[in-house]
């Protein structure tokens, strides 16, 4: 016979079956990218990070015999001599007990991302006019018989055309009547924007903790948004008992003294977003956290003003990050605004890293989204 | 068949398919030289992708399914990070298929070629492989094109899980059973032409039959049937015309496959003992040797707690050799045809009529033993995990790898009855011989079997302590581990 380069087959069959194989794994590995998203290098290493997932792998059963059988091994030893307790693997392999098949998957943070937030979402929009927003987008699939691009192609088709009419099919003696030009369509697309309001506590006694809960909440909240609307604007609001809107870094570095009036962060959100973000025009989300320290009297007013942001708001979230063996106080913030029964105000709890999932589970419920559509 | 070696190689990629021609013109010169005639080998050079491809399904243009592209990409990521690289795949057709490995030293296609000729041989020789269908491949590419069209009707998983329940039972198929399709046997009491002439044996034929039939009533399989795939296939009730397709599929496949299982040792062995033969009969430069011999010692390397059939096989058959040539007296007696110096006679006989069980009982010596440096070893009394070498004594080496061949290392599982307590269950018994079914797998197992068969099914065995076990499962619902039986 012969050696030939080839194969007669396809080159991208394996491949296409571990794309398949990556499906199948996406849809078990939820939990643990869940139990992910409290560590901190996920979201520093930027969007080229790739994260491994340690993935149990789907057994492959069929009738074998009860381990617990000797074998047969080659190379150097002793009789009597042993190795060291096994990992288990599957049966009928050096090992006893069948255990599992571990192996790792290696995804990108935009497939996390998508897996993360397949279970989240968002509250039903209010009918606004920012959905009537629209850019044009332009494409150039047309032709027209005036314009600044020549198309060469239907220029000479347009000209044998014209020969051809006049008796001889063939190219030449293009005249200005020949010349097509390249156009454009304009398709109205609808653009969606939103502003996401940050608010934290920053006064002394937010610790490393909170702060650290805090942004990886605010992290993943914000790259949440940015899958849902084609344009996302964020502004940062700290507060002690005055508010002050902050940049990123310092909004989660700037650390304050000062006591804690959690009216002002809500009070300048809302004239930042009754100057800069009409609600006519954007879909506004206003979120808190912080330790649950407030001033017992300010409270009401507080509860006012979240009932002012929810006229125009899409939601009003409020996380409170305290540490659930501390139990529930009375002076606690998110005591007073349960008290209150402030209509669409969803309030989560996170004592730690682990619980930011359940956090962002309880403010972007999947429920509601399933009952607007339902409905 | 795969050849797996530790990367790391020097590599010359300065050569064309027609330099590797000339290789496989000097194998099969050397081979025929050796006494052996190869059947024909088409070989085809191949990126990485297509090697590993091939290698994760066994067979090129099998049908698509996640568990393939998941060895694929495991296989093809040891490679892509040097850890191990596969080096041959045959196919045991005519022609036969081998893969090369674009990227490897000519030394190791050297070698890869020399063996690929070995494979060869055995699937030309060995009369386990006679039955096989040397035209094979077309069927496997349209059943890979069925199953597609399955899975744009019905989609693609629930193709792929249907694919794995069949999967789970295909291995629970006699090894004997390759070649035949699914039938049974009935005694007939169908008039034949000299039923006048001998109207007794006549009169108890009919009567045989009237039996079997009445047995039936009672009892169906009539005798218990090992070929569960096929039983299933032709009794399941509310299969789908595609499912019993792709059970047909399933089952053909692995058909392919189980001669392979029988002569791992077999095949493995002779392929090494061939590229040794063939590159040692070659004036290799010394650095070529060193590269053919380092090669050559990392496919043969002993594995600690598991067989290597190259190294165990190459032992084995560089014994024949021996004995065939510079026999001692104890080997004169044992064997006629020891001494008579036809070492290349011998192993094609043994090629041509033995299976690894027969192999390992007869020619698995003392002296094999001490060459491929083999012990026996069983599971720490005390902790299960621990692994201890019990014996290098020949016997109880012997002992421990037939245990783990026989019917390819494989419990056997037979239908005992198809209509168990009257309600259309399933009924299977494990052929024990005092070793059990592992009880996870095997409840796993008939969850894919209940999911076939859409009833309940059950099978009996023996637990560790020796007493009867049933393990039982529905098509819905958690499998379990019962003590007794109702009937």
Same mark, same amino acid.
């Given at each position: 016979?012969?050696?030939?380069?080839?194969?007669?087959?396809?080159?991208?069959?394996?491949?296409?079956?571990?794309?398949?194989?990556?499906?199948?794994?996406?849809?078990?590995?939820?939990?643990?990218?869940?139990?992910?998203?409290?560590?901190?290098?996920?979201?520093?290493?930027?969007?080229?990070?790739?994260?491994?997932?340690?993935?149990?792998?789907?057994?492959?059963?069929?009738?074998?015999?009860?381990?617990?059988?000797?074998?047969?091994?080659?190379?150097?030893?002793?009789?009597?001599?042993?190795?060291?307790?096994?990992?288990?693997?599957?049966?009928?392999?050096?090992?006893?007990?069948?255990?599992?098949?571990?192996?790792?998957?290696?995804?990108?943070?935009?497939?996390?991302?998508?897996?993360?937030?397949?279970?989240?979402?968002?509250?039903?929009?209010?009918?606004?006019?920012?959905?009537?927003?629209?850019?044009?987008?332009?494409?150039?699939?047309?032709?027209?018989?005036?314009?600044?691009?020549?198309?060469?192609?239907?220029?000479?088709?347009?000209?044998?055309?014209?020969?051809?009419?006049?008796?001889?099919?063939?190219?030449?003696?293009?005249?200005?009547?020949?010349?097509?030009?390249?156009?454009?369509?304009?398709?109205?697309?609808?653009?969606?924007?939103?502003?996401?309001?940050?608010?934290?506590?920053?006064?002394?006694?937010?610790?490393?903790?909170?702060?650290?809960?805090?942004?990886?909440?605010?992290?993943?909240?914000?790259?949440?948004?940015?899958?849902?609307?084609?344009?996302?604007?964020?502004?940062?609001?700290?507060?002690?008992?005055?508010?002050?809107?902050?940049?990123?870094?310092?909004?989660?570095?700037?650390?304050?003294?000062?006591?804690?009036?959690?009216?002002?962060?809500?009070?300048?959100?809302?004239?930042?977003?009754?100057?800069?973000?009409?609600?006519?025009?954007?879909?506004?989300?206003?979120?808190?956290?912080?330790?649950?320290?407030?001033?017992?009297?300010?409270?009401?007013?507080?509860?006012?003003?979240?009932?002012?942001?929810?006229?125009?708001?899409?939601?009003?979230?409020?996380?409170?990050?305290?540490?659930?063996?501390?139990?529930?106080?009375?002076?606690?913030?998110?005591?007073?605004?349960?008290?209150?029964?402030?209509?669409?105000?969803?309030?989560?709890?996170?004592?730690?890293?682990?619980?930011?999932?359940?956090?962002?589970?309880?403010?972007?419920?999947?429920?509601?989204?399933?009952?607007?559509?339902?409905? | 068949?795969?050849?797996?070696?530790?990367?790391?190689?020097?590599?010359?990629?300065?050569?064309?398919?027609?330099?590797?021609?000339?290789?496989?013109?000097?194998?099969?010169?050397?081979?025929?030289?050796?006494?052996?005639?190869?059947?024909?080998?088409?070989?085809?050079?191949?990126?990485?992708?297509?090697?590993?491809?091939?290698?994760?399904?066994?067979?090129?243009?099998?049908?698509?399914?996640?568990?393939?592209?998941?060895?694929?990409?495991?296989?093809?990521?040891?490679?892509?990070?040097?850890?191990?690289?596969?080096?041959?795949?045959?196919?045991?057709?005519?022609?036969?298929?081998?893969?090369?490995?674009?990227?490897?030293?000519?030394?190791?296609?050297?070698?890869?070629?020399?063996?690929?000729?070995?494979?060869?041989?055995?699937?030309?020789?060995?009369?386990?492989?006679?039955?096989?269908?040397?035209?094979?491949?077309?069927?496997?590419?349209?059943?890979?094109?069925?199953?597609?069209?399955?899975?744009?009707?019905?989609?693609?998983?629930?193709?792929?899980?249907?694919?794995?329940?069949?999967?789970?039972?295909?291995?629970?198929?006699?090894?004997?059973?390759?070649?035949?399709?699914?039938?049974?046997?009935?005694?007939?009491?169908?008039?034949?032409?000299?039923?006048?002439?001998?109207?007794?044996?006549?009169?108890?034929?009919?009567?045989?039959?009237?039996?079997?039939?009445?047995?039936?009533?009672?009892?169906?399989?009539?005798?218990?049937?090992?070929?569960?795939?096929?039983?299933?296939?032709?009794?399941?009730?509310?299969?789908?015309?595609?499912?019993?397709?792709?059970?047909?599929?399933?089952?053909?496949?692995?058909?392919?496959?189980?001669?392979?299982?029988?002569?791992?040792?077999?095949?493995?062995?002779?392929?090494?003992?061939?590229?040794?033969?063939?590159?040692?009969?070659?004036?290799?430069?010394?650095?070529?040797?060193?590269?053919?011999?380092?090669?050559?010692?990392?496919?043969?390397?002993?594995?600690?707690?598991?067989?290597?059939?190259?190294?165990?096989?190459?032992?084995?058959?560089?014994?024949?050799?021996?004995?065939? *040539?510079?026999? /001692?007296? =104890?080997?004169?007696? @044992?064997? +006629?045809?020891?001494?008579?110096?036809? !070492?290349? $006679?011998?192993? #094609?006989?043994?090629?041509?009529?033995?299976?690894?069980?027969?192999?390992?009982?007869?020619?698995?010596?003392?002296?094999?033993?001490?060459?491929?440096?083999?012990?026996?070893?069983?599971?720490?009394?005390?902790?299960?995990?621990?692994?201890?070498?019990?014996?290098?004594?020949?016997?109880?080496?012997?002992?421990?790898?037939?245990?783990?061949?026989?019917?390819?290392?494989?419990?056997?599982? *037979?239908?005992? /009855?198809? =209509?168990?307590?009257? @309600?259309? +269950?399933?009924?299977?018994?494990?052929? !024990?011989? $005092?070793?059990? #079914?592992?009880?996870?797998?095997?409840?796993?197992?008939?969850?894919?079997?209940?999911?076939?068969?859409?009833?309940?099914?059950?099978?009996?065995?023996?637990?560790?302590?020796?007493?009867?076990?049933?393990?039982?499962?529905?098509?819905?619902?958690?499998?379990?581990?019962?003590?007794?039986?109702?009937?």
């Amino acid at each position: 016979m012969a050696v030939v380069r080839d194969s007669v087959l396809p080159a991208d069959r394996g491949r296409r079956d571990a794309r398949h194989h990556h499906e199948r794994v996406r849809r078990q590995i939820g939990d643990h990218l869940r139990s992910k998203i409290g560590e901190e290098d996920i979201i520093t290493a930027g969007p080229e990070k790739r994260i491994r997932v340690p993935v149990r792998g789907e057994r492959r059963y069929r009738f074998v015999h009860d381990r617990g059988q000797g074998g047969v091994g080659q190379g150097e030893g002793e009789v009597g001599q042993g190795t060291a307790p096994q990992p288990g693997g599957e049966p009928g392999e050096p090992g006893t007990e069948p255990g599992e098949v571990m192996y790792e998957v290696v995804l990108d943070l935009d497939e996390v991302e998508e897996i993360l937030f397949a279970e989240l979402g968002l509250p039903r929009l209010k009918p606004r006019r920012s959905l009537e927003v629209t850019s044009e987008d332009v494409r150039f699939d047309d032709i027209a018989r005036v314009g600044p691009l020549v198309d060469k192609k239907a220029t000479l088709r347009q000209n044998l055309l014209r020969n051809a009419k006049a008796g001889a099919a063939r190219v030449g003696g293009i005249e200005k009547d020949d010349l097509r030009y390249r156009s454009y369509r304009e398709t109205p697309q609808p653009r969606t924007q939103a502003v996401v309001i940050c608010m934290m506590d920053v006064s002394g006694s937010m610790g490393a903790r909170e702060k650290h809960v805090s942004r990886l909440f605010y992290y993943w909240t914000v790259q949440f948004f940015r899958r849902q609307y084609t344009r996302v604007e964020v502004v940062f609001v700290g507060h002690t008992s005055e508010a002050f809107e902050l940049d990123e870094h310092e909004f989660f570095t700037r650390k304050e003294s000062g006591g804690t009036l959690v009216s002002s962060a809500y009070r300048l959100a809302q004239s930042i977003q009754r100057d800069r973000y009409p609600a006519s025009a954007w879909n506004v989300y206003v979120l808190h956290t912080s330790d649950g320290d407030n001033l017992a009297t300010d409270n009401p007013g507080t509860v006012a003003l979240v009932r002012e942001h929810l006229e125009v708001a899409n939601l009003v979230g409020y996380l409170e990050i305290a540490s659930s063996g501390l139990g529930p106080r009375p002076g606690r913030l998110s005591t007073a605004l349960e008290a209150a029964g402030v209509d669409g105000l969803v309030i989560a709890h996170a004592s730690d890293d682990r619980e930011i999932w359940s956090a962002l589970k309880t403010i972007f419920a999947r429920d509601g989204v399933a009952e607007a559509v339902a409905a | 068949m795969t050849l797996a070696v530790q990367a790391g190689l020097w590599r010359r990629p300065d050569y064309d398919v027609a330099d590797l021609g000339e290789l496989e013109d000097i194998c099969l010169r050397e081979a025929h030289a050796l006494g052996l005639a190869p059947p024909p080998v088409a070989f085809h050079l191949v990126p990485a992708e297509v090697v590993y491809d091939v290698a994760s399904r066994g067979l090129p243009g099998r049908y698509s399914h996640w568990r393939f592209g998941q060895s694929y990409e495991q296989m093809k990521n040891d490679y892509d990070r040097g850890r191990s690289r596969i080096y041959e795949l045959v196919v045991n057709t005519r022609p036969a298929h081998a893969y090369l490995l674009d990227g490897n030293s000519l030394v190791a296609q050297l070698l890869v070629i020399a063996h690929v000729l070995g494979h060869a041989v055995v699937f030309e020789e060995s009369r386990y492989f006679e039955p096989a269908d040397k035209g094979f491949l077309p069927r496997v590419r349209a059943a890979a094109e069925r199953i597609d069209a399955y899975m744009s009707e019905v989609g693609r998983t629930v193709v792929e899980d249907f694919v794995d329940d069949c999967q789970a039972l295909a291995t629970a198929m006699p090894l004997a059973q390759l070649g035949k399709t699914y039938e049974e046997e009935l005694s007939t009491d169908a008039p034949r032409r000299f039923d006048e002439l001998f109207p007794d044996e006549a009169a108890a034929r009919r009567r045989r039959a009237d039996e079997e039939r009445e047995a039936m009533r009672r009892r169906f399989p009539r005798n218990p049937e090992a070929d569960v795939l096929g039983f299933v296939m032709k009794h399941a009730r509310g299969l789908e015309d595609w499912q019993r397709d792709v059970i047909g599929i399933v089952r053909e496949e692995q058909l392919y496959f189980s001669p392979q299982l029988q002569t791992k040792i077999i095949h493995e062995g002779m392929a090494t003992w061939t590229h040794n033969a063939i590159l040692q009969r070659l004036l290799l430069d010394s650095a070529d040797f060193v590269e053919y011999q380092r090669l050559n010692a990392s496919v043969t390397q002993p594995h600690p707690f598991s067989l290597n059939p190259y190294n165990v096989g190459w032992a084995i058959f560089r014994e024949l050799e021996r004995i065939a *040539e510079r026999p /001692d007296d =104890d080997e004169r007696e @044992r064997w +006629e045809w020891a001494g008579g110096g036809d !070492a290349i $006679g011998q192993i #094609l006989r043994v090629i041509e009529g033995y299976d690894d069980v027969a192999l390992v009982s007869e020619f698995l010596t003392p002296k094999v033993c001490q060459l491929a440096k083999l012990y026996a070893w069983e599971h720490d009394a005390r902790d299960a995990r621990r692994l201890v070498i019990s014996s290098r004594e020949a016997e109880e080496v012997r002992t421990s790898l037939l245990a783990g061949i026989v019917n390819g290392g494989l419990p056997t599982v *037979e239908i005992v /009855d198809a =209509d168990h307590a009257g @309600r259309g +269950e399933l009924l299977l018994a494990h052929r !024990a011989e $005092g070793v059990g #079914l592992d009880a996870e797998y095997a409840k796993g197992t008939l969850a894919h079997l209940a999911r076939l068969w859409g009833k309940p099914v059950v099978a009996s065995s023996v637990a560790g302590d020796g007493s009867p076990v049933w393990y039982r499962a529905a098509p819905d619902g958690a499998p379990e581990t019962l003590t007794t039986l109702d009937s």
